[in-house]
Every structure is written in C-alpha cells, then in structure tokens.
C-alpha cells in the first residue's frame, strides 16, 4: 500500500512492555514515581502516546488472573488489560495494543468476542499476548486447588487458539449487507456457526461481532518451554522471550524459525522479540549511577520469599551472601513456567552469583536482559542481536516510567532511524501492518454455511 | 458535597438504553440511519456526549453471549459493553457508564476485576447490569446443551454478587501505603483473601485491582419474574423494568419496594425505571408520522419467527391477522425470559391484537411503553408515572439513534428541568451520585485479614 521505496535494511520491530513505574522492581520508590500510577489510564495514555511518538509497533501488559508477589514489594494489582487498551486507543492513531489473557482460566467465546470489540474499537490495532498462566494461585481464584498440568494447559491453548480463530472466521467480511430497500441488514449465508467439538470445548457460534478489521487480532505468545515453542510455531505472529546471552537467543531463534517452519509456515512470519531492560544514561557513568540508584532501593528480603517460591525451596536456604543450594529441581518437575526458571537457575550458576547479586540481577527485569549504557551503546546492544540472527526486534522494557521510555524513544530511537533500521513514519494503520504481516484469510471462504436458526430475544 | 438549595420536588433519574440505530427494529432502514452504527465507537461516543449534555444519569446497552434474532431483520452483532464503555468513558466526564453481564456464562473473578478495572478508567462511573440470560442457544457457546434452569440460574446470581463484593472488598480504601522512604507499597494486613466457598463458586482472592472509586460498581437487575424481583431486593441499586400500563408499573413498584424493605434495606435505596420508547414531534400528527413511517418499514416474517420462538410455537400457527392461539405455555413452564413471555401475551390478549398488530406493538420496543407525541405529552406521561408511584425515573430507549436522542435531550429534558424534576447541572462526580446513592462500606472494614502468602511472578 505505501509508495515508500523499500528500506535498504532489514527492519526492526520495536514493542514497548509498559508495567506502572517501570520494569525494575524499585522504580515506584524514585522521586519522579506516581505509586499510583498502576490505577490510573491517564498514566497508561501518556506513556502510549510516548511509544506512538517514537513509531513503536506496539505497546504490550502482560497478566495474570491472580494478586502476586510480596505486595509490600512493588505496585501490585492492575487494570484488566483489555480494558486498559480500550482506554488507550481513543488517545492514540496508529500503535498497536497487546493484551494478555490466559486461555486456562477464560471461555473462547467471551475471549474471542473481547478481543474482536478492542479491534473493533481500535480501528484494528488489538493484539492478544496468549498465556497458560502458570502457578496453583490463579487457579484458586477460578474453584480448582491446583493448576492443570503444564502439558494439559499447553493442549487447551491450542484448542483454545483454534476455537478464537473459527469465531472469528463465522462471519465473512461481507456478510453485513445492509440493504435497505429489501430490508435486509445481515446475510444469513455469510454468518454460521462453527459447531466445534474437542477434547477441551464445544462451541456453536458464531460470534455476536461482524469479522473485526484485522480479521484475527494479532496473535503473541510468550512461553519459551517446548511446549511453548509448538505452539508459537503453529499459531504465533510473534513471540515475546528472554534471554541473557547472544549464544542463547540465537539458538532460539534458529529453533523456533525452524519449528515455524517444520509446521508449514514461512519463518518470515513469526516476529521474535527478546526482551532487553534498556538503562541509558548521556554517558557510561550517568546511566551506571541510574542503575546503582536502582538497586540500592531494592529489598531483598521481598525478593528473596519470591525467588524461593520460584525455585520451590524454603527462603532460609538462600542465605544472601551463598550462591543457590546444590540440589534444586530439574525442569521437568516444575509444572509452573519452566523456561523462566531455566534461566533463573542457570544465570546464577553461570555467573556464579550469590543470592544477593542474583536478586539485583532480576530485581531490573526478572530474567530478561538489561543493558546499561548511553544511547549508541543500547542502540549497538540492539543492532547486534538484530543482524546477528538473535532477534527480529525488541521488547523493550524501560526499567522506570515515564523516564525511561522518554529515554529511548528521544535517544535511542533517532539512531535507529538514521542507521536505516527502523521506520520514521507509519506506513500502515493496522498492528498486522506494522509487523508487515497480512491479513489472515477467511478459513470458511468459499464453504457453504450451515443453516443458522433464529434466537430469541426479549430486552 | 454540593451547596446548591434542596430542590423541591423528588428528584428523576434518567438512563439511555443505547442500541445501534434505536430500539425500533427497522430504524436502521430509515435514509438518515447509519446500518454499520453497530461496530462503531465514533457513533456510540457522540450519543453519549448527547445524554451528557442532557444531564442524564447513565447511559446502558444490553448484552448476552450469543447472536441473536434474524440476522437479515436488524443490525445483529455487538461490541462487547465493557469495551465499549471503556471506549467511552474517555469521551464524557460525567455520564454513568452500565454494561450488562451475564452470572450464567463468565466467572466472578474474572468479572469483578473486568467491572472494577471499567470504575477505575472513568473515575467511578461504572455500573453492572446483572443478568443471568436466558435460552438455550447462549449455553450451547459454552460447551453446554441446554441452559440451567431458571431457579438456579437465579441462586447462582446470588452467589455470584455475593463473591463479586467480597473481591471488591478484599483490598480496604486504605490499603496503598506508598511509603518510598520505608519500601513499603502495600499494607498486607488491608489486602486479603476471600476464601469463598459457596454451592456455585470456591474463590479464594485477593483482586488483583485496588478497591475502587465507587467502591462496588452500581449494581443494576433486568429480570421481572419472581426470582428477579428477590435478587433485586437484596442487591440491586437500581431495576430495569418493561410495563404497559400504569397499574401494572405501581403494582411492580409497590412489590419491589416492600420486598426490598422486607430485606431491610431502605426502599429509597432502590431505584425503579420502566422503559419509555419516546416517539417525539413538533406536532402529534408529525409524532404519529414518525410512528407510522417506521411501522411501514417493519418486515413481519422476521418477527414472526422470533415471535414464534418466545412462544414456542410454530411460525405456522401465527397466521398473521389472527389473535395468538389459545393455549400457550404458562408461565411456569418457560425456563427463559419469564416476566417478557407473560407481558407480551397479556398485551396481544387484552388488546386482542392479530399477530401483525402484536408484532407491530413489539416492533418499537420489544414489550416496552411506546408513547408517540409531543415534548409536553412525553414529560407529562413520565410525570404521570413518576408523580404515580410507579416510577424513580425511566429508562429512555429512543426509536431511532441519533436523533431520537437528541429530540428527547433537547426538547423534553427542558421542560422536565422547569418542573423542577431534574437536575441542570451534575453535583456529583460518580454513578453512585448521580443516583443519590451512598458508596459501600467495605464488609471487612476492621476484620483481621488472614495471612497473605507471596505468590511467585516471572514475567
Ligand atoms: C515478555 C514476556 C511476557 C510474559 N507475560 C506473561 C503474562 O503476562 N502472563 C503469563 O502468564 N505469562 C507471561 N509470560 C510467560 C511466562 O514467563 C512463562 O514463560 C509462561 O507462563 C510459562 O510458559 P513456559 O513454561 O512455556 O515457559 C511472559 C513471558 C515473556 C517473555
Ligand atoms: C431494560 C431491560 C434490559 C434488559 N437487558 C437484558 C440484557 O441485556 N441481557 C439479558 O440477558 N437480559 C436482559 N433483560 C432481562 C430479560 O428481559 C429477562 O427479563 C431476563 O433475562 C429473565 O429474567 P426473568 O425471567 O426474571 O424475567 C433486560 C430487561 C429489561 C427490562
């Protein structure tokens, strides 16, 4: 659609991961911080018009249907995040909105029809970050006592993917005729119902939402286990992970690229974004100061109940000044997030941190990458995972907001542009387009519908 | 918190029920109708700065998880309403915001938290419209056959409430410290679980939001049979109701206030609004036009199979210059909309209506009041109801959108302000106000809350 001549260069996508005051778990004790700032849209608003300013692809919340950590720690509890991007969209044009939802703990149909209304209302910027939502807790909220296993939760997520995409194909894009001289508003030959039946759901359909502007919304997902990995190559758009070194992103980018395309897709269309805690300073040393700032507001006693919890292991066997215990359980055994606590582990056994320093490491980004340096450094930081094979753009996860995202949009974003990376102006006005992805066909074109009945209603 | 005087008459509330093109079934064919009305933020944003700008209390759109009615008769298919008011909410400053949801088909947590994130993005203007859905088809988009029945689809409305203000109560107002200098962000001992354990529901909470500005989110209820108007006695804060005639609306009236009373509430904490559909002109005659012209528009095969299926009869046993069949189910027997069923055939009997002159009558408004006339006719009839005992205030359903609304803001709001009927100005800020309602005490407020554990977070 645009005229723009091809870019020279292979192009970045750049998605801003916004979280309250930021990634690092400190940053609500700065000055600058609005403790308050996870209740309020006006905060939310703010912060995407910064993204959209910068050409952003997206902006990202991730969820969980459950109250976690140590809520003396950090902001805890936030808006749902459908909701949060319905808010957003009216105060911004063109960035695309991507919202967490669990497929564990959700109905298709209400998902579904959810996240074609934020489309709808976005003029087709709604993404949907899929998770299996991982611990016993949340599933305490929902009348079980534990988790499903976490190859059990993974299946539904596929029939759950499967179940979304036929609503959203049960009407085609044509089907609102809307002729007034016959009286006819909808034809009932382009609208059906999808009558699936699986092992985890049955549906009838079809959705009570005309084919929302992108057709299906944006389809992310972020779990890194192998099971997370089929999934992303089957279904993904683009995939959100983690990761600490060039050796190990690039080793899941090959992975991943060749499971996308072992499952009949071009590796073209799954974008891979590692997620990097970018904190810049005007020089090396200003943006080391930000840092140690950071972490000297830190409170490892918060942390440490945290990390035993993930490690399945009681808080008294992680002296802060010992490395991790010997003995801790394999991957296998963790039903929660595997890959998560993979990195965890190996990180400290790695760098052969103490228990204190592995806390100030994922005190900034939780297992995700962080970078310190000024501008050029980030931007190189970038650029080198990007050519290097690691990476089809970035997460970025400023570790305090508004700041940090100011930071990189002025600073960073500027020496992408002149380095022929990234975009100066939007060229599309969908999230698809932005991630230079089509829009997804009609599964149904073409197949006669089957007779949809008449319903009643009496509002 | 105002110092304006004590008005000298009992004060109107006044909602919009808002639909596409109108409530009338062939609005949208009218030259001046936009068909697409249904998907469109923008159209939906005007009209509430409408109802704004006409100081009503709140604005209101039905829903239920399923697509229903003749696709070809009417716009079919919406934007599910907390998307939608969420979309709004960043378009108005005052206006109550109340999206219905169904007990039936969600899960309290995941809706609690959807309700108090809505109360959160519009500064505590949001309200639930309770409702537990009737007919098969919506069970059948949940992996069930055949709906619940009628009675327990009311017990677990109950249930359902009752969780709903547990999660909103488990964080106190106080619970934020915000306490930088100490690191300290929340009060564990203001933040609790719910430990829930009922017939429907095992919940064990926290929310994962901050209590909210309104506290609990007005709760509204729609449903006329007897369950209804029990669960409206304990809970709601406003009903929905659809009456004929004047003694049946002071019959119902007269009901639910002593019910409520009987629950030991204060009636006054209840507020009652029928449903108006307002056909305004500058003349009767002109009024009538409008009336007439819509009528003519209405294709009566489609109503006739809907009309069947409230029935459960066939369409063939609905000639259309005939009066409905003698023997029709009782009530008792209807598991679906009870209170609409027995209202619509009370309405064909004693009118002794054919069935294209039922369908006719339902055609405006679905079992609601049509009153056809002028500005002063329309303020006179609610007056008459409101000054009557059979009323707090109305629900407006204008025929057709956007100008409907607009005939009734401009020109019947006025003339119900000179009578010192209805405010000029807002003198609150939140949905609670606007309907002189206090906001909830929190049910734990001074109760010991059991020990948080630390749930792990890896994102
Ligand atoms: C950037 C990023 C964001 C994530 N956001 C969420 C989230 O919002 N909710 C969630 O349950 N999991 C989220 N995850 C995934 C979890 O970290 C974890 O990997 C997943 O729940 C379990 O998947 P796995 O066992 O396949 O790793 C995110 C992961 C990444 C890399
Ligand atoms: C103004 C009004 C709006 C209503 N909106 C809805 C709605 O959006 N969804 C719904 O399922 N029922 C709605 N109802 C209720 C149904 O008409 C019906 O009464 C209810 O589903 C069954 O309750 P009952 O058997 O107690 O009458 C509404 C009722 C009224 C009066």
Chains 1, 2 share one sequence.
Do not use: C
Not at 198 to 225: E, T, Y
Not at 389 to 410: K, R
């Amino acid at each position: 659609m645009s005229t723009t001549p091809a870019p020279a260069h292979r192009q970045l996508h750049l998605n801003a991961f916004l979280m309250s005051t930021g990634h690092h778990e400190a940053s609500w004790r700065l000055p600058e911080s609005d403790p308050h700032a996870n209740t309020d849209v006006e905060h939310y608003k703010k912060l995407a018009r910064t993204a959209e300013r910068g050409k952003l692809d997206s902006i990202f919340f991730a969820d969980s249907p459950v109250l976690f950590g140590e809520v003396g720690r950090r902001p805890a509890g936030k808006l749902e995040p459908t909701v949060l991007l319905t808010a957003i969209a009216g105060a911004t044009e063109h960035i695309g909105l991507i919202a967490t939802a669990s497929t564990t703990y959700n109905e298709p149909f209400n998902l579904a029809r959810r996240f074609a209304s934020v489309d709808w209302a976005s003029g087709g910027r709604a993404g949907w970050n899929v998770v299996t939502t991982a611990g016993p807790d949340a599933a305490r909220n929902f009348g079980v006592d534990d988790q499903p296993a976490h190859a059990v939760r993974y299946e539904r997520a596929g029939e759950f993917i499967e179940v979304a995409r036929k609503l959203w194909d049960s009407w085609t894009d044509d089907a609102v005729l809307a002729d007034k001289e016959e009286g006819v508003w909808g034809d009932a030959d382009k609208i059906r119902t999808i009558d699936h039946e699986g092992k985890h759901f049955k549906v009838r359909g079809p959705l009570n939402v005309p084919r929302s502007p992108q057709g299906h919304p944006l389809i992310v997902q972020a779990g890194s286990s192998e099971d997370g990995k089929d999934l992303a190559a089957k279904y993904a758009d683009a995939v959100f992970t983690a990761h600490q070194t060039l050796a190990d992103a690039q080793e899941f980018y090959r992975d991943l690229k060749s499971r996308t395309a072992a499952a009949g897709r071009d590796p073209e269309t799954i974008k891979i974004l590692p997620g990097i805690v970018p904190v810049i300073g005007a020089t090396e040393e200003e943006a080391l100061e930000l840092e140690r700032e950071l972490d000297r507001l830190i409170k490892p006693e918060y942390a440490r109940i945290q990390l035993a919890k993930t490690l399945r292991v009681d808080p008294e066997d992680l002296p802060l000044d010992r490395q991790l215990p010997e003995n801790l359980p394999s991957e296998d055994e963790i039903e929660g997030a595997k890959s998560r606590y993979t990195l965890i582990v190996q990180l400290a056994r790695r760098e052969q941190l103490t228990v204190r320093q592995l806390i100030g490491r994922l005190g900034g980004g939780r297992g995700h990458r962080t970078f310190t340096g000024t501008p050029v450094q980030v931007a190189d930081a970038i650029q080198e995972w990007f050519d290097g094979g690691a990476a089809d753009g970035f997460n970025i996860m400023p570790p305090v907001l508004p700041s940090g995202l100011e930071a990189f949009v002025d600073q960073v974003v500027p020496i992408l542009q002149e380095r022929g990376l990234f975009r100066t102006e939007y060229t599309g006005r969908t999230l698809r387009e932005h991630y230079g992805l089509p829009r997804p066909e009609n599964q149904y074109a073409g197949a006669a519908a089957p007779e949809l009945a008449s319903i009643g209603s009496a509002f």
